[in-house]
């Protein structure tokens, strides 16, 4: 993948490269004391220009080259002055300088539209795409000043020199910097709190106390971080308060009746989704253990029911808005491929990873690669789902609909993150939902089983009422009477619990 990106920016990299065309032409031609060189580089900046117009773009640079040489040209032609050509490479750079200084004040540097060319269209108006090319464009000013500087002071063959290895550095810079400035403008504030703990796995467990995690709080995170943990060899112990594990995924009986909890609909069971793996990984038959699900909504006296087919979906709001039937098809379109490039790397760790983890586990490259590996889920991410229901619908009942779900985030469509409503709700209507087969309660104690026949240990009736931190690094924790010791401490409960009352 990172391969074709690289590709892909070639054309930005190109375009670069000919920005400067006429600049080389010049400093070539009139270090050999030819005044025609002025000339050819008027001659091909105009021509640079041309095509800027021919492709409805603009570039800083182009535009400013051809200013410059039209005086070099008029200057030479009509008064016969030579200063353009005797004083080339001082003239030069210090025209560059105002130039790349120029577009930074104002907030236009002259490396974004070539810039562009490299990148989907999703990734332009990002604030960091900016930043990234105000710093390339601020280092270039830096290289052209000092190389004025070096024209002024230094005489001959060691002047040209020295100005090639400063170019030099800043075609690399104008590479390496776009590369690795998204890992670091998103994980600055990430890398103060991150952590690293060396984790042992021990000889099997002794007594409850003897354990290489603890987690607190038996709910599906806390159970399928304990399972996964359990298949790669760690001794875990889960303590839970409550006289049976799943939190919000558990049941209850009452006259022969199962009823759940919390948990009614499942995502996540699609071929590429988080749960699906996550059975997959532990050697559960998924579907044993989970069913196709249906459900209908209701709004406006409207009803829309979602089988999880999605072209039937799509065919029946077409029927109930054929005013926004174009609308509707294309914006489903859009989400699935939004949706799709969520999980396209899923499989390599069983869920998407956030900005901060991608940079750590795969690399500063990748993280930069993401707008152009993800443009349709990329453009989700600067927007709140109110802003992109309105490109697509102006019905505010379909608007309705497709809100119907965000009561699963607990946030009105223009407080919700794009990206939010589209892996917690809208995922229902591309996908649909799972029930679990036998009541949220088999799910739960089948997590709990894994645990227990891979050495682990899951207390029940364990209410945690302390997490033991000497000198900033956990050591265990505190149940009733108890103490269990570890340097690894999970918690699978409310965090405002965790970080104000048990810490």
């Known amino acids: 993948m990172a391969a074709n990106n690289k590709i892909t920016r070639l054309p930005g990299m190109i375009s670069m490269i000919v920005s400067f065309t006429p600049w080389i032409a010049y400093w070539i031609i009139t270090g050999m004391e030819i005044q025609w060189g002025i000339f050819l580089a008027f001659a091909v900046s105009v021509f640079l220009l041309f095509l800027d117009r021919i492709q409805q773009s603009f570039s800083f640079m182009n535009m400013f080259s051809t200013g410059y040489f039209l005086v070099a040209t008029v200057s030479l032609a009509a008064f016969g002055h030579a200063l353009f050509v005797e004083q080339s490479r001082t003239l030069g750079y210090l025209a560059l300088f105002i130039m790349a200084s120029t577009s930074v ?16 269209e999703t990734y332009w108006e990002d604030p960091l795409f900016l930043t990234i090319n105000n710093v390339i464009a601020a280092f270039w000013a830096l290289v052209f000043l000092t190389n004025f500087a ?10 040209v020199f020295v100005s090639k290895v400063f170019i030099a550095a800043g075609i690399t810079f104008s590479i390496v910097f776009p590369i690795k400035a998204p890992a670091y403008f998103l994980t600055r ?5 991150d952590w690293r703990v060396k984790m042992r796995k021990t000889n099997p467990r002794k007594d409850d106390h003897d354990c290489d995690v603890i987690i607190v709080g038996s709910g599906i995170g806390g159970l399928a971080c304990g399972a996964l943990l359990a298949k790669a ?3 875990v112990i889960v303590l839970e308060k409550h006289t049976q594990v799943g939190g919000y995924c558990t049941s209850f009986s009452r006259r022969g009746f199962t009823f759940n909890a919390g948990v009614a609909d499942i995502s996540g069971l699609w071929e590429k989704g988080p749960v699906r793996y996550l059975m997959g990984d532990l050697g559960f038959d998924w579907s044993e253990y989970f069913v196709k699900n249906s459900a209908s909504y209701i709004v ?5 029911t979602n089988t999880g087919d999605l072209p039937a979906l799509v065919s029946t709001l077409q029927s109930m808005f054929p005013h926004e039937a174009k609308g ?9 491929k939004a949706y799709a490039e969520v999980y396209q790397e899923a499989e390599e760790y069983g869920v998407p990873l956030p900005a901060e983890l991608i940079a750590k586990a795969r690399g500063a490259g990748a993280l930069a690669e993401y707008p152009q590996a993800h443009p349709y889920f990329y453009s989700w991410m600067s927007k709140t789902f109110a802003d992109v229901t309105a490109e697509y619908f102006r019905d505010t009942g379909l608007k309705k609909f497709m809100a119907a779900l965000l009561g699963y985030i607990g946030s009105a469509p223009e407080e919700t993150p794009a990206a939010s409503a589209l892996t917690a709700a809208v995922a229902y209507y591309l996908h649909g939902g799972y029930f679990p087969r036998g009541g949220a309660q088999r ?4 997590l709990k089983g894994y645990i227990e026949t891979h050495d682990g240990a899951v207390l029940l009736r364990h209410e945690v009422t302390e997490v033991l931190v000497e000198d ?6 505190k149940a009733g009477d108890r103490t269990f010791r570890s340097s690894v401490v999970v918690g699978n409960v409310n965090a405002r619990t965790l970080f104000l009352q048990l810490i």
Request: positive net charge; aromatic residues 14%.
């Open 105 to 120: 004040l104002l907030k236009r540097p002259f490396t974004y539209q070539v810039s562009k060319k490299g990148y989907s």
């Open 150 to 159: 070096v024209s002024v002071t230094v005489a001959g063959l060691p002047a």
């Open 189 to 193: 504030k990430f890398k103060a709190t």
């Open 233 to 235: 060899g760690y001794k």
């Open 300 to 304: 406006d006296n409207k009803k829309l």
């Open 328 to 336: 509707i098809e294309k914006f489903f379109a859009h989400a699935a």
């Open 443 to 446: 799910f739960a104690d089948s």
């Open 472 to 477: 900033g690094a956990v050591q265990g924790v």
